[in-house]
């Protein structure tokens, strides 16, 4: 038992285990396979990374992304722990120091490309050297199915490799996105040994999701402050350029904020970084420079001014709001200029395509999130393979808006037919210009406007357009590919509604949103009312819907 703290102190400085870490690594030391179902940011790693130092012989772990790979073996050398790893990138040289390094037992973990167990001379090797493999470790392990979204078939060979190891290791399987499907598929094709099962929660039960798309972001946000100023909050930003702009629009609102990035002196963030923990300051804005090893426990909100990259981001970032428990909201102010900011940003990294197309991905996933009409706590959780809210949650901006039905079967089906006829090789910008009959020049190239769908949709509002497009996607009618430049095409579900044996309904918000105004919103709304009344002697007709008519109406 000390043995395990004094390890868990001395190679990676941390007093306490986290959530089932500590059950983990002992079933692990103690020679017990185990599947450990974790969302991400949970501490995966150093599930595995304990019990190979402690461990006899060498850990290997099977990882996907041979970038991330080289990243946790330096830190893992740097702590002390010796490690290597073995993946298509080396050359034959390197790749024999580091055989010729097992045999001599210079290492501790070897971190391996799932491909390099298919190759018969890796496994020889460590038969006829006779070398001690203690644990198996699979990152990742969704990729073993077909049901997962990242499905690796060499993932599927792992067990052919363990099965004909002289002496049987113990096996580890880790993943954050595990459905039952998965979870099975898991547990059978790693055939895992009456394995011991850990899933550990994702849901943050006080905090309430809103996503609010199009808004006047600097205003909501200006408004948001003002109706709750006894709270600190944490404001995200994308750029720095963002968090200056909208410190210098608060500012100009006599709002007082802390700012926070990458571009200011050590001493600046040092500063801001005070103010608001010790409560000088309420609100900070902030990028994602922020955050790292920050435990505030009393913020109460957390407003993203931009979507962030990914639902792993936001989810952190989010999560930094309500530590203490009590209730908090999380709201994110959505435009289509996030999505082209954190493509760009993709785009213009320095990573490997195969990351980079996992990243797209990724941010398409977030961006599904903001126009889902799904619970977003229910899409959150299912997203890191929670599947335990089986109700809506009651407690987001989806389940508290009013809606109303609002029949699209045409007009989903003409986009379908669309696609379907230009046979399902165009992106979604030609596809909607086709649709709205424009005569942009791929359009004449491809001779999309002899179509019959050619058109189409010359008098339906584009901003609808790109709404039912952005539902068909999110909903999976339609599969968005994963490169630079995704190309749209028909799924298994999209087949019966072009056959009209379904149908599709959207969910619009009704035009007078339930809100949830505070009191002083309340006070302020009634001030305004009775003014106007007396200057134009009627009563006004001020909408119970935004703060933007507020605002309007006190500008009057
Ligand atoms: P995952 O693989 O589950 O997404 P990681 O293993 O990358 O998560 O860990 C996420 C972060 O949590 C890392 O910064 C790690 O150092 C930290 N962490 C892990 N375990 C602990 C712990 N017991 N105490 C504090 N921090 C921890
Ligand atoms: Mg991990
Ligand atoms: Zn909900």
């Given at each position: 038992?000390?043995?395990?703290?004094?390890a868990?102190?001395?190679?990676?400085?941390?007093?306490?285990?986290r959530e089932?870490q500590?059950?983990?690594?002992?079933h692990?030391?103690?020679?017990?396979?185990v599947?450990g179902?974790?969302?991400t940011?949970?501490g995966?790693s150093?599930?595995y990374?304990l019990?190979?130092?402690?461990?006899?012989?060498i850990?290997?772990?099977v990882?996907p992304l041979?970038?991330?790979?080289?990243d946790?073996v330096?830190?893992?050398?740097?702590?002390?722990?010796e490690?290597a790893y073995?993946n298509?990138?080396?050359s034959g040289?390197?790749?024999?120091?580091?055989?010729?390094?097992?045999?001599?037992?210079?290492y501790?973990?070897?971190?391996?490309?799932?491909?390099?167990?298919?190759?018969?001379?890796?496994?020889?090797?460590?038969?006829e050297?006779n070398?001690?493999i203690s644990?198996v470790v699979?990152?990742?392990?969704?990729c073993v199915?077909r049901?997962?979204?990242?499905?690796?078939?060499?993932?599927?060979r792992?067990?052919?490799?363990?099965?004909?190891l002289h002496?049987?290791?113990t096996v580890a399987?880790f993943t954050?996105?595990?459905?039952?499907?998965?979870?099975e598929?898991i547990?059978h094709?790693?055939d895992?040994?009456?394995?011991?099962?850990?899933?550990?929660?994702?849901?943050?039960?006080n905090?309430?999701?809103?996503?609010f798309?199009n808004?006047?972001?600097?205003q909501?946000?200006?408004?948001?402050?003002?109706?709750?100023?006894d709270?600190?909050?944490i404001?995200?930003a994308?750029?720095?350029?963002?968090?200056?702009k909208?410190?210098?629009?608060?500012?100009g609102h006599?709002?007082?904020?802390?700012?926070?990035?990458?571009?200011?002196s050590?001493?600046?963030?040092?500063?801001?970084?005070?103010?608001f923990?010790?409560?000088?300051?309420?609100?900070?804005?902030?990028t994602?420079a922020f955050?790292?090893?920050i435990?505030?426990s009393?913020v109460?909100?957390?407003?993203?001014?931009?979507m962030?990259?990914?639902l792993?981001?936001?989810?952190?970032?989010?999560?930094r709001?309500?530590?203490?428990?009590e209730n908090?909201?999380c709201i994110?102010?959505?435009?289509?200029?996030d999505?082209?900011?954190?493509?760009?940003?993709?785009?213009?990294?320095d990573?490997?395509?195969?990351?980079?197309?996992?990243?797209?991905?990724?941010?398409?996933?977030m961006e599904s999130?903001?126009?889902?009409?799904?619970c977003?706590?229910?899409?959150?959780?299912?997203?890191?393979?929670?599947?335990?809210?089986?109700?809506?949650?009651?407690?987001?901006?989806?389940?508290?808006t009013e809606?109303?039905?609002?029949?699209v079967?045409i007009?989903?089906q003409?986009?379908?037919s669309c696609i379907h006829?230009?046979g399902?090789?165009?992106?979604?910008?030609?596809i909607v210009d086709?649709l709205?009959?424009?005569?942009?020049?791929k359009?004449?190239k491809?001779?999309?406007?002899?179509?019959?769908?050619y058109?189409?949709?010359?008098?339906?509002?584009?901003?609808?357009l790109d709404?039912?497009?952005n539902?068909?996607i999110?909903?999976?009618?339609?599969?968005?590919?994963?490169e630079?430049?995704?190309?749209l095409?028909?799924?298994?579900?999209?087949?019966p509604?072009l056959?009209n044996?379904?149908?599709?309904?959207i969910?619009?918000?009704?035009?007078?949103k339930?809100?949830h105004?505070?009191?002083s919103?309340?006070n302020?709304?009634k001030?305004i009312?009775?003014?106007?009344?007396?200057?134009?002697?009627y009563p006004p007709?001020v909408?119970f819907?935004?703060?933007t008519?507020?605002?309007?109406?006190?500008?009057k």
């Amino acid at each position: 038992m000390t043995k395990l703290y004094e390890a868990l102190k001395k190679y990676f400085g941390y007093d306490n285990f986290r959530e089932n870490q500590e059950d983990i690594i002992l079933h692990i030391l103690e020679g017990t396979d185990v599947l450990g179902i974790m969302p991400t940011g949970a501490g995966k790693s150093l599930c595995y990374q304990l019990p190979a130092i402690l461990s006899k012989g060498i850990t290997l772990v099977v990882s996907p992304l041979i970038s991330l790979m080289k990243d946790q073996v330096d830190y893992l050398n740097s702590v002390g722990i010796e490690s290597a790893y073995l993946n298509s990138s080396l050359s034959g040289a390197e790749y024999s120091f580091i055989i010729q390094g097992i045999y001599q037992k210079r290492y501790k973990m070897i971190y391996v490309a799932p491909e390099r167990l298919e190759n018969e001379s890796f496994l020889k090797t460590i038969n006829e050297m006779n070398i001690e493999i203690s644990n198996v470790v699979i990152d990742e392990a969704h990729c073993v199915s077909r049901w997962g979204h990242d499905f690796r078939p060499s993932y599927t060979r792992i067990m052919q490799f363990i099965n004909q190891l002289h002496i049987r290791p113990t096996v580890a399987a880790f993943t954050a996105t595990a459905t039952t499907n998965v979870k099975e598929d898991i547990v059978h094709s790693l055939d895992l040994k009456s394995p011991e099962v850990y899933i550990t929660s994702f849901d943050r039960k006080n905090l309430e999701f809103k996503v609010f798309v199009n808004e006047n972001k600097e205003q909501y946000i200006r408004n948001y402050i003002t109706n709750h100023v006894d709270e600190s909050g944490i404001i995200y930003a994308a750029t720095r350029k963002d968090a200056e702009k909208l410190n210098q629009y608060l500012s100009g609102h006599n709002i007082n904020v802390s700012i926070y990035h990458a571009g200011l002196s050590d001493a600046d963030r040092m500063r801001a970084q005070e103010d608001f923990i010790y409560d000088n300051v309420q609100v900070m804005i902030a990028t994602n420079a922020f955050g790292m090893g920050i435990d505030k426990s009393n913020v109460r909100y957390v407003i993203h001014y931009n979507m962030p990259r990914d639902l792993e981001a936001y989810y952190q970032e989010a999560g930094r709001a309500g530590r203490d428990g009590e209730n908090s909201v999380c709201i994110l102010l959505y435009s289509a200029a996030d999505t082209a900011i954190q493509k760009y940003f993709i785009d213009e990294s320095d990573v490997s395509e195969e990351l980079k197309s996992h990243e797209y991905k990724k941010l398409q996933l977030m961006e599904s999130y903001c126009h889902t009409s799904t619970c977003l706590r229910r899409y959150i959780l299912e997203y890191f393979g929670d599947y335990s809210l089986t109700e809506p949650c009651g407690n987001c901006s989806v389940c508290n808006t009013e809606v109303e039905e609002k029949d699209v079967t045409i007009q989903a089906q003409m986009i379908l037919s669309c696609i379907h006829r230009s046979g399902q090789r165009f992106g979604r910008s030609i596809i909607v210009d086709t649709l709205r009959g424009s005569r942009n020049q791929k359009v004449l190239k491809f001779n999309l406007n002899e179509l019959k769908t050619y058109g189409l949709m010359k008098d339906y509002p584009k901003d609808d357009l790109d709404l039912l497009m952005n539902r068909l996607i999110a909903d999976g009618y339609i599969y968005k590919t994963e490169e630079q430049y995704p190309i749209l095409k028909l799924t298994n579900l999209s087949i019966p509604l072009l056959k009209n044996e379904t149908s599709l309904t959207i969910q619009v918000a009704k035009q007078e949103k339930k809100v949830h105004a505070d009191n002083s919103l309340l006070n302020k709304l009634k001030e305004i009312r009775s003014q106007i009344a007396k200057k134009e002697g009627y009563p006004p007709y001020v909408i119970f819907h935004d703060s933007t008519l507020i605002e309007m109406s006190i500008q009057k």
